[in-house]
């Protein structure tokens, strides 16, 4: 059989242009050779139950947390995890690997809580690492919000797309990176010098550990 993926309707549309065929005969002869199949319909990705926004007072209230991607100079493709306060315009977290899944979010996650009060709230969008039973059960069991932005509006996560622009156009395009490691440790001194050196207009041009200083 050479259409394996026709359906009896699309074969007795073929054979009937043809020759003269009755329809049940075909569906009949269809399902005795064991032609019939079921299309597997794509899985709903779920999306996310979104918790109200929190308006961000002051430090570890509201965290953001994206994804932006670039490559090894040989081609190798990496993705940067961004984690950054909403508040203060920290960039607490970016890490750069290969592959992070859900559970990687959690460890590192983790990690940060292990030095630093986790916020009350994290905005994301609905990617699987967010949505992941691992991601959302660690969020449960740490009383941390998730709050999703709808699905297609980057702008509603409008604090982390801002700083993965400035992250773009000041280190990923301006840096050459050979390895991994090389992009890690070239993508930390940038957000140490982005915390300590950086003045920001949002923050009247402090620092946003200068910030953090003076709302202490």
């Known amino acids: 059989m ?47 139950e979104s918790r109200p926004l929190i308006i961000p007072g002051s430090t570890s209230k509201r965290w953001s947390m994206d994804f932006v991607h670039d490559a090894l100079y040989d081609g190798r493709k990496f ?8 508040y203060s315009r920290e960039a607490i977290c970016l890490q750069p690997d290969f592959s992070i899944n859900g559970r990687r979010v959690v460890r590192i996650l983790e990690e940060l809580r292990m030095i630093r009060p986790l916020p009350e709230q994290i905005v994301v969008d609905n990617g699987p690492e967010f949505t992941s039973k691992v991601f959302l059960k660690w969020a449960d069991e740490n009383n941390v919000d998730i709050h999703f932005i709808e699905k297609g509006k980057p702008t509603q996560n409008a604090f982390v797309e801002s700083f993965n622009g400035k992250f773009r156009d000041e280190c990923l395009n301006e840096e050459w990176f050979v390895t991994i490691k090389d992009a890690r440790n070239k993508i930390e001194v ?3 010098e982005y915390n300590t050196e950086r003045p920001h207009s949002s923050l009247n041009g402090l620092t946003p550990y200068e910030f953090i200083g003076k709302s202490a």
């Open 2 to 48: 050479k259409k394996r993926r026709y359906g009896y309707r699309r074969i007795y549309n073929t054979l009937i242009k043809k020759r003269k065929v009755n329809h049940k005969k075909v569906y009949r002869i269809y399902t005795q050779m064991g032609l019939k199949y079921r299309i597997k319909r794509k899985k709903k990705r779920f999306t996310g």
């Open 79 to 86: 993705r940067v995890l961004n984690i950054i306060d909403d």
């Open 190 to 192: 940038w957000r140490n």
